[in-house]
């Protein structure tokens, strides 16, 4: 099987924010200008988006969550977008995202992956959500804006 057979279409949301107001971007390495949360697919061992949440943590930031990642009982179901396409098998036509938030006390030094991401940021609440390029990834930010 080719490495798209291999892709699930499911995959995790991770907002990573402070109690004193920034919320943690990541500035993709293979598109320009594209900043998102901590995203990421779910590998087909691993049984709960739970288990991907803290793993996609791990790798893209090198935080732990420790038992510290809220599942905030979201899912979204929305179409691939053309370019993110090649990653999936030809029939798989839509995602399945699971959302989890990880509140930490004030912004930290993290280590990002560079063969992902080619920067990062704490940003402003809405100005992250300014900045992100997925509708749900701004969704989720502003809700935790006003839900913490």
Same mark, same amino acid.
């Given at each position: 099987m080719g490495e798209r057979a291999h892709r699930r279409p499911e995959s995790v949301l991770v907002v990573v924010y402070t109690r004193t107001g920034s919320v943690l971007l990541l500035k993709r390495a293979d598109v320009p200008d594209f900043w998102q949360s901590v995203t990421g697919g779910m590998k087909w061992d691993e049984a709960e988006p739970m288990e991907a949440a803290e793993r996609e943590l791990r790798e893209e930031t090198g935080l732990t969550a420790a038992g510290r990642l809220r599942d905030l009982g979201l899912v979204f179901r929305y179409p691939l977008l053309p370019q993110w396409r090649h990653r999936y098998a030809p029939e798989v036509k839509e995602n399945t995202e699971y959302v989890?938030? %990880?509140? %930490?006390?004030?912004?930290t030094d993290?280590?990002?992956?560079?063969?992902?991401?080619?920067?990062?940021?704490?940003?402003?609440?809405?100005?992250?959500?300014?900045?992100?390029?997925?509708?749900t990834n701004r969704e989720v930010i502003l809700m935790l804006k006003t839900q913490g």
């Open positions: 989890f938030s %990880l509140a %930490l006390p004030a912004e993290i280590t990002i992956n560079p063969a992902e991401h080619a920067g990062y940021g704490w940003f402003p609440f809405d100005a992250a959500a300014g900045k992100v390029a997925s509708w």
